[in-house]
């Protein structure tokens, strides 16, 4: 199994050894994300597919489909988006274990960032809530997709994989991750620049409501235009 070595290989342990690493007090990111090689494993084969190559018998090449990224963000989004909004309510506690349950490597939930959502109306709560799931479950995901790249690159050095037909198999899968990965960064920038645009033009709005109603006593009846072909008039 190409992953399982490339895991095994860059802990220095036997390509083959599918046992769980030797806890350490600072075990290496790799083994906090993936505990053990059969987790790395079965995580790749979700994403990529598999691919099974004999060479013996002029046996076929028996492959099986994987499902991508996206299946992954979305899953892990909802897990997230639960619990936190279960943390929000007071339904359970904001321990560090829970905390960490809805944290990533680059977005950290801490107490501080649940009693800032508590103060908000529950309309901006709910839309905080779900941009914080969903900012945590693309990049939990995408580091898990970069550590599984890593150890593709690391499986294609090994010599009895590189030398066979497996190495042409694993640069298929690290490009198809690459593939992957940048589908989901691309949605997510989009996804992210409509919202941003959106939130932009209302508060905008907002202001200028404001500032005109401080500024100006219009007749009754009379409307001032604020949007004018979508842009917000001067």
Same mark, same amino acid.
């Given at each position: 199994?190409?992953v399982?070595?490339?895991?095994?290989?860059?802990?220095n342990?036997?390509?083959?050894?599918?046992s769980?690493?030797?806890?350490s007090?600072s075990?290496p &990111?790799l083994?906090?994300?993936?505990a053990?090689p059969?987790k790395a494993?079965?995580?790749?084969?979700?994403?990529?597919?598999?691919?099974?190559?004999r060479?013996?018998?002029n046996h076929?090449v028996?492959?099986?489909p994987?499902?991508?990224?996206?299946?992954?963000?979305?899953k892990?989004?909802?897990?997230?988006?639960?619990?936190l909004?279960?943390?929000?309510?007071?339904?359970t506690?904001?321990?560090?274990?829970?905390?960490?349950?809805?944290?990533s490597?680059?977005?950290?939930?801490?107490?501080?960032?649940?009693?800032?959502?508590?103060?908000?109306k529950?309309?901006?709560?709910?839309?905080?809530?779900?941009?914080?799931a969903?900012?945590a479950?693309m990049t939990?995901?995408?580091?898990? %997709?970069?550590l599984i790249?890593r150890?593709?690159?690391?499986?294609s &050095?090994?010599p009895?994989?590189g030398a066979?037909?497996?190495?042409t198999?694993i640069?298929?899968s690290i %490009?198809?991750l690459?593939r992957?990965i940048?589908?989901?960064?691309f949605?997510?920038?989009?996804?992210?620049?409509?919202?941003?645009?959106?939130?932009?033009?209302l508060?905008?709005?907002q202001r200028?409501?404001?500032?005109?109603?401080? %500024?100006y006593?219009?007749p009754?009846?009379?409307d001032?235009?604020?949007?004018?072909?979508?842009?917000?008039t001067?």
């Amino acid at each position: 199994d190409s992953v399982m070595a490339g895991y095994n290989l860059t802990l220095n342990r036997v390509a083959d050894d599918a046992s769980v690493p030797k806890k350490s007090k600072s075990p290496p &990111r790799l083994v906090e994300v993936f505990a053990d090689p059969g987790k790395a494993s079965q995580w790749a084969v979700d994403v990529l597919g598999d691919v099974h190559i004999r060479t013996h018998d002029n046996h076929p090449v028996e492959t099986s489909p994987g499902y991508g990224l996206l299946p992954k963000v979305e899953k892990d989004m909802r897990s997230i988006q639960q619990d936190l909004s279960d943390l929000v309510s007071g339904k359970t506690q904001a321990t560090l274990s829970n905390l960490e349950k809805i944290s990533s490597d680059a977005v950290l939930i801490n107490g501080d960032v649940i009693s800032a959502i508590k103060t908000l109306k529950p309309s901006e709560r709910a839309v905080a809530i779900s941009k914080l799931a969903s900012e945590a479950a693309m990049t939990r995901t995408v580091e898990k %997709a970069m550590l599984i790249r890593r150890l593709l690159l690391t499986a294609s &050095r090994e010599p009895n994989l590189g030398a066979t037909e497996a190495n042409t198999a694993i640069q298929a899968s690290i %490009a198809q991750l690459d593939r992957d990965i940048g589908d989901v960064l691309f949605e997510r920038q989009i996804h992210n620049e409509l919202a941003s645009k959106t939130s932009a033009l209302l508060l905008a709005l907002q202001r200028r409501q404001t500032e005109r109603g401080r %500024a100006y006593q219009y007749p009754a009846g009379f409307d001032a235009a604020i949007l004018q072909d979508g842009a917000i008039t001067p």
